[in-house]
Every structure is written in structure tokens, then in C-alpha cells.
């Protein structure tokens, strides 16, 4: 039976199946790439690589990962201060860049990646 506390973590990890399933469509797919991709990083304190879908726009070789709900949100806080290495997948390749996470004033979050 799953407790209260991995409930929300399997349904999160459904949704995030599901988007991808979506991505990876020939219907929808290439709509949705423009403005969805998967980005792989290592933690910092576990060392444990992840990857998670975002939203994204790109602007030549800079991206700018807006982080929606930052509060209940722990990936980006991987890029805090000097940032870190990311990899993210675009236009069907996987690209490497620096990450570098910041909040403006109203708490907003960003990722602004540089490949």
C-alpha cells in the first residue's frame, strides 16, 4: 500500500512517463519537442544521475528552463550558486552545457543553460 508520502511521487513519475510517451509520438511529437525536452544531471549529494522532462525556449546556444512550482521542486536547487554540468536533448541529439539556476524577486525560478 503506498503511504502519503510516495503517493505523490508515483503519480508525478506517471505524468512524466506519460508526457514523454507523448513526446515520442508521430502525432504529436514534433510539437511538442519544440517546447519540451529531457534534461540529465548528476546530484550533488547523492551523485545519482537523473533526468526529468521541462519546458524550455532557446535562444541560439543559451536555453532557459523555466521551473514551474519551484517550491515543490528539488532538481534545479542541483544548480545553485556556480551552477553545474547538464545534458539536454535537442532537435533528436544530446547537448552538453552549464547550469546555472537563479530566483528573481518574486520567486520566480529559472535554469539558464549555456551549451
Not at 41 to 46: A, D, I, K, M, V
Not at 97 to 111: K, L, N, P
Amino acid at each position: 500500500m503506498p503511504t502519503a508520502k510516495t503517493l505523490p511521487r508515483q503519480a508525478v513519475d506517471r505524468f512524466n512517463a506519460f508526457i514523454l510517451g507523448l513526446r515520442d509520438s508521430s502525432l504529436l511529437g514534433p510539437w511538442l519537442r519544440r517546447s519540451l525536452t529531457i534534461v540529465t544531471y548528476t546530484g550533488r549529494r547523492s551523485g545519482r544521475t537523473f533526468s526529468t522532462p521541462v519546458g524550455f525556449r532557446r535562444d541560439g546556444d543559451t536555453v532557459i528552463i523555466g521551473v514551474m512550482m519551484p517550491e515543490r521542486k528539488k532538481w534545479w536547487r542541483n544548480f545553485l550558486g556556480e551552477g553545474g554540468p547538464i545534458m539536454i536533448e535537442l532537435d533528436g541529439t544530446t547537448r552538453t552545457g552549464h547550469a546555472i539556476a537563479e530566483r528573481d524577486s518574486q520567486g520566480r525560478v529559472s535554469v539558464t543553460v549555456r551549451l
